[in-house]
């Protein structure tokens, strides 16, 4: 019997399946990146936006980006430092209420943003 596995840590970096971040969208929804007034930067799926409500679906907050000048660069091209960066935990679902910039995610900067481990407080 296969075990699954979760995450792996290896040197230090934890490292995730890549099914377990945003390669899981069916598709269904295009990936954006997501700037709010006050709760910070988001990347997943856009599942709706009315007005500057935006639902994302497999959400992870950039707390902290490097390898990008800037957010427009790091959803087209990505981060050239994935180790570096700091974006905690995906959420399954997140309502953003005050959204005042939303950038389409490119494949190429996506696989970049994919790479980024887990940056978690435990």
């Known amino acids: 019997m296969k075990k699954k596995i979760d995450e792996l840590t290896i040197d230090g970096d ?5 099914t ?22 988001f990347f997943g799926e856009l599942k709706e936006r009315n007005g500057k409500e935006v639902v ?5 907050r950039v707390w902290y980006w490097d390898g990008a000048a ?3 660069e790091l ?3 990505g981060t ?3 180790g570096t960066c700091k974006f905690p935990q ?6 953003l209420t005050e959204a005042v910039e939303l950038i389409p995610i490119t494949e190429k900067a996506l696989k970049t ?5 887990i940056w978690t407080n435990q």
Request: proline share 6%.
């Open 14 to 18: 934890v490292y995730v399946p890549k």
């Open 20 to 41: 377990s971040i945003l390669e899981t969208a069916k598709g269904d929804y295009p990936i954006h990146m997501v700037r709010t007034y006050s709760a910070g930067v």
């Open 56 to 60: 994302l679906l497999n959400a992870r």
């Open 70 to 72: 800037s957010l427009s």
């Open 75 to 77: 959803a087209q091209i």
């Open 80 to 82: 050239s430092k994935p």
């Open 90 to 95: 995906s959420v399954t679902e997140i309502i």
């Open 113 to 117: 943003l994919n790479n980024v481990k």
